[in-house]
């Protein structure tokens, strides 16, 4: 199914800006409020009910675009370093593999 284009004309602010607030809206369980909260200590004064609109607006591809896809057992997973813990002791485990991660 054919998605048209989001168009961002007739907005304020740059798409950038919305396309970030939107994006933290629904990639971390945050509140409107928390949102317009982290946009302010950036400089960027949006109140809570324009992320809203924008949400409405703009997010419909955001969440499943979020959804990641499942693991393979094609996948080929690195893992440099773990610290694990045996008889109340820290212990560093590394290993390195080369590979390539299948997308």
């Not at 045996?86 to 590979?99: D, P, Q, V």
Request: charged share 30%; aromatic share 12%.
């Amino acid at each position: 199914m054919m998605h048209r284009p989001v168009s961002y004309k007739r907005h304020r602010f740059p798409p950038e800006i919305i396309a970030h607030a939107v994006w933290v809206y629904f990639r971390f369980p945050l509140s409107l409020r928390l949102v317009e909260e982290m946009l302010l200590e950036r400089g960027i004064l949006v109140s809570y009910e324009t992320i809203r609109r924008w949400a409405i607006k703009f997010g419909a591809d955001y969440p499943r675009r979020l959804k990641r896809k499942a693991p393979s057992r094609h996948d080929i997973w690195h893992l440099d370093e773990v610290v694990i813990s045996i008889n109340s002791e820290k212990r560093y485990l590394a290993r390195r593999r080369s590979g390539r991660i299948r997308a």
